[in-house]
């Protein structure tokens, strides 16, 4: 066992890098350095980009995990991830800093669905909670700290730096998983049509926890951006709504280890852990609703417990379900359903607070969250009676 367990640590570092690269990056692109971006328009763009590549790339990338093996795919896109990164640190020019961000989301569309092709074959069917708990744990610190450290960074030497940092991470990460994860031949495969590859991504052990991870993904999104805003318009400081967003993030960080200690335990299934978490989510977006920071916290609280329980649950459950051979594919494409959720959550919040008040944005999303609860749990009986 120490073997897996030992392997598993640079996969964790992964899921780490690229959240890390995610939300450092896009947090301080538009900071207080000499060469941060100031159109609003061009750093929408360097936004889109990287979220766009991995949208396109990420179920590409799955597949070929599954064709020639997730290990190589894994190292290759760490190693992409690096020269991308360091690309800016040498051009130093605004032309670059597009090419690089776009080189950073092509490689983490390759690494990312690769480490939790990984993180599924390197475990047992009875450990997959506890594997994919650190797995969201150690992404979730990513995510957490990448602005703060970040902001650090190019407080201390620009952007450039932190794109430094970003290729030294990198290659760190991808030296410690050559040395560490074991290789994983691809299992061999039955043709497969696009007919067949519908029908499998069509199937309710596929959208279900799929559909869930997105609905998680859209909330902590809208969480992070929207939260400070509602607590600037009641009247409080940047101390409280930050320490919101971080009250957030460190209790989806904490839940997600214990969830999946549970699941593995027995103690907690997954239909039943996931239908909870979309209605604790949906809770915390009416919470938000609330005026003064008991809402602001009561928010966060229950969104982060809420996204923690959902995420390593959905994931345990595409894992059980999927043929080891497709591993990868299955988590591309589901990968590509949370980055769907991660800009369609924010979205819709924006539009309804644009036409109405920000309360009725966080009503917009808590709605069919509640519903996606209610479905869940409901089929989730209607199975255990059949």
Request: a positive charge.
């Given at each position: ?289 609330l005026p003064g920071l008991p809402g602001l ?81 409901s089929l989730s009986r209607r199975r255990a009676?059949?």
């Amino acid at each position: 066992m120490n073997g897996p367990r030992r392997a598993m640590w640079p996969l964790y570092a992964a899921g780490f890098t690229t959240a890390f690269g995610a939300h450092g990056i896009a947090a301080n692109l538009g900071g207080f350095s000499d060469d941060a971006v100031t159109s609003l328009l061009v750093l929408g763009g360097l936004l889109a980009l990287y979220d766009g590549a991995e949208v396109l790339l990420k179920p590409l990338f799955g597949t070929l995990a599954d064709r020639i093996g997730a290990r190589p795919v894994l190292l290759g896109g760490l190693a992409a991830f690096a020269a991308a990164s360091a690309l800016y640190v040498l051009a130093d020019s605004p032309g670059w800093l597009w090419a690089a961000r776009l080189g950073q989301g092509a490689a983490a569309s390759a690494f990312s669905p690769s480490a939790s092709a990984l993180v599924a074959r390197l475990n047992p069917a009875a450990r997959h909670g506890r594997a994919f708990g650190g797995y969201g744990f150690y992404k979730s610190l990513g995510y957490t700290l990448g602005p703060l450290l970040g902001g650090v960074l190019v407080w201390g030497g620009g952007l450039r730096l932190l794109f430094a940092v970003m290729a030294v991470l990198g290659v760190a990460v991808a030296v410690w998983a050559a040395v560490a994860v074991p290789a994983v031949p691809p299992l061999p495969r039955g043709r497969q049509t696009v007919l067949d590859l519908v029908r499998r991504l069509s199937t309710r052990a596929f959208l279900i926890p799929t559909a869930c991870l997105a609905a998680a993904t859209a909330a902590l999104s809208v969480g992070v951006g929207f939260l400070p805003v509602s607590g600037a318009t009641a009247g409080l400081g940047p101390v409280a709504t930050g320490a919101a967003v971080s009250v957030l993030a460190a209790t989806a960080a904490l839940v997600q280890p214990a969830t999946g200690r549970a699941m593995d335990a027995g103690r907690l299934t997954p239909r039943a852990g996931m239908s909870t978490g979309l209605l604790l989510t949906a809770a915390g977006l009416g919470a938000a609703m609330l005026p003064g920071l008991p809402g602001l916290l009561t928010a966060a609280v229950l969104i982060g417990a809420g996204t923690g329980l959902i995420t390593p649950l959905g994931f345990a459950t595409l894992a059980a379900t999927t043929p080891s051979e497709r591993l990868g594919q299955t988590m591309g494409s589901a990968e590509l359903g949370r980055e769907l959720g991660d800009a369609g959550g924010p979205l819709l919040v924006a539009a309804v607070a644009t036409v109405t008040t920000l309360t009725y944005g966080f009503a917009a999303l808590a709605v069919p969250l509640a519903i996606g609860a209610a479905l869940t749990f409901s089929l989730s009986r209607r199975r255990a009676r059949s």
